[in-house]
């Protein structure tokens, strides 16, 4: 499997940043090295099925794309093409399901079925398929509208859009047009259009930034998820059973953990490579375990799979224009269909009507309380983190813990799994002695709680004053602090845990 976290990776990403900008004159140029890049790549993490999936898919997306823009019946294509997109999602996502009953059905009538084995699924299937249907309902709102047509990408343009490395492995999930609430790391729409028809002279962008972000990705996916996993959380969601409830409790927080700083540091090291590259992607996480609420947390997390499911699944359902009921039940469908894309378990189900049903109690909880105080629904929100600083870090440790509790789902290998875990935790305080000291790691999680807002809030500002700063300033701390990486990371190479969705 490619990892872009490999010397492998770091040596080819170097000749070919070299070769990228020799073509720095001719964007168009660039835009074909990173097409046969990007395929190139598809095609080492999945050989040609993955590719071939690709290429007939971004075909598809073409054509569909030209009726919607040019047929007679434009909606009618946009339905084909996002019913399609599902469908085939849909197929390579649960294939495994199918796999069994294909295989015995050709083997009833002496058919071969050795080569269902060795059907995986596509790499960046799920997020090229987001991009294309938010693509599509683009076009038709852009042609309702009646907006000019030079929306329409080529299809070299469409290629890249849909295999642009950065992005295809676990997103972020770029849009091919700005987006609320879908910014790059300063705070500004970052659709790809525009990007990537640039006539002008692309140039490396914040590269101070670049850089650090890249030490930090590394510090946060290969060290700190890394240990996080190997000492305390896969030991314990392994055989729960031999394990003190404190240490189970360790796990719980330790996986939210190691989740965040598995994907978050992924998502930084692809926004930095995109600064390098001349490409402002979305920021996926904006310190979301400091939210004071799910509603806000997941306007924090994975921002651009939470803003997709916002815009393709919760509005068209009707959003909130349909009165308090109807509005609560849209958000527990979405939240729902959130959890089936994760995975086709009961677990990751529940874990998404979990999400689902807490955004309901505090919509419900809001509602309540804009009533007993006689004020409008916005005064009302919030306000146990407006009653004072108590209230805020309440709030906080609230928010974090049903977050933490609702990951159990999401982390177990089944729904049993996930209970077997909880029970447990409720009952091995008694007669099972601790194996490790918990409480280390508790003051460890609290230190790094205490410390990532001072973090984000260095990146926020190394940004703002990239330009002022001395050239060569940050160089030697970033070489400490990658030194420091290489020699606490733990062995190995750690994977991507959202590119297996």
């Not at 190139?40 to 073409?62: C, D, M």
């Not at 310190?287 to 509005?315: K, V």
């Not at 209970?419 to 230190?447: C, D, G, M, Q, R």
């Not at 790094?448 to 330009?467: G, Q, S």
Request: proline letters at 5%.
């Amino acid at each position: 499997m490619f990892s872009f976290i490999s010397i492998e990776f770091g040596l080819s990403f170097i000749a070919f940043f070299c070769l990228y900008w020799l073509l720095s004159a001719k964007p168009q140029l660039q835009n074909l090295l990173l097409l046969c890049t990007s395929y190139l790549i598809v095609y080492l993490s999945g050989r040609a099925q993955a590719l071939t999936t690709l290429l007939v898919f971004t075909v598809f997306i073409y054509a569909t794309s030209i009726r919607i823009n040019h047929g007679s019946k434009p909606k009618i294509w946009l339905i084909t093409g996002c019913a399609i997109t599902l469908l085939n999602l849909i197929l390579w996502k649960y294939f495994d399901f199918f796999r069994t009953p294909v295989g015995n059905s050709l083997d009833t009538f002496g058919l071969n079925s050795d080569w269902l084995a060795s059907v995986i699924l596509p790499l960046g299937i799920s997020y090229y398929s987001f991009q294309a249907i938010s693509y599509l309902v683009s076009l038709y709102q852009s042609r309702s509208k009646g907006q000019p047509e030079s929306r329409h990408l080529s299809l070299p343009a469409l290629a890249l859009h849909l295999a642009f490395f950065p992005t295809i492995t676990a997103g972020p999930i770029a849009r091919a047009y700005d987006a609320r609430g879908l910014t790059d790391i300063s705070g500004k729409p970052c659709g790809m259009v525009t990007q990537i028809h640039t006539q002008q002279c692309r140039r490396i962008l914040a590269p101070t930034v670049a850089l650090s972000l890249i030490v930090m990705a590394l510090m946060k996916n290969w060290w700190l998820s890394g240990w996080i996993a190997d000492n305390w959380v896969d030991p314990v969601f392994a055989n729960p059973i031999q394990y003190q409830s404190l240490e189970i409790l360790a796990a719980i927080y330790g996986y939210t953990v190691q989740l965040f700083f598995n994907f978050s540091g992924y998502s930084d090291l692809m926004v930095a490579i995109g600064l390098l590259l001349g490409f402002r992607l979305p920021v996926n996480f904006r310190a979301p375990l400091l939210a004071h609420n799910i509603r806000e947390f997941w306007l924090r997390w994975h921002i651009s799979l939470s803003t997709w499911i916002r815009d393709y699944i919760y509005i068209p359902l009707g959003g909130s224009r349909h009165g308090t009921t109807r509005t609560q039940l849209n958000l527990l469908v979405a939240m729902a269909l959130s959890g089936i894309w994760h995975g086709n378990g009961w677990h990751f189900l529940i874990w998404g009507l979990l999400h689902g049903a807490g955004m309901i109690l505090l919509n419900l909880g809001d509602l309540l309380h804009s009533r007993l105080r006689h004020c409008t629904l916005e005064q009302a929100r919030n306000g146990l983190s407006k009653s004072g600083k108590a209230g805020k870090i309440i709030s906080i440790v609230l928010t974090v813990h049903f977050v933490c509790f609702c990951f159990v789902f999401f982390r177990a290998p089944t729904l049993n799994d996930a209970l077997l875990l909880l029970h447990a935790l409720l009952y091995n305080h008694i007669n099972v002695p601790l194996s490790t000291n918990p409480f280390y790691f508790f003051s460890l999680l609290l230190l790094a709680w205490i410390l990532y807002p001072l973090l984000a809030k260095f990146i926020t500002l190394l940004y703002e004053r990239a330009d002022t700063l001395p050239r060569y300033s940050l160089i030697l701390p970033l070489l400490l602090l990658l030194v420091l990486v290489l020699i606490c990371a733990p062995a190995g190479i750690p994977g991507f845990i959202y590119a297996n969705f």
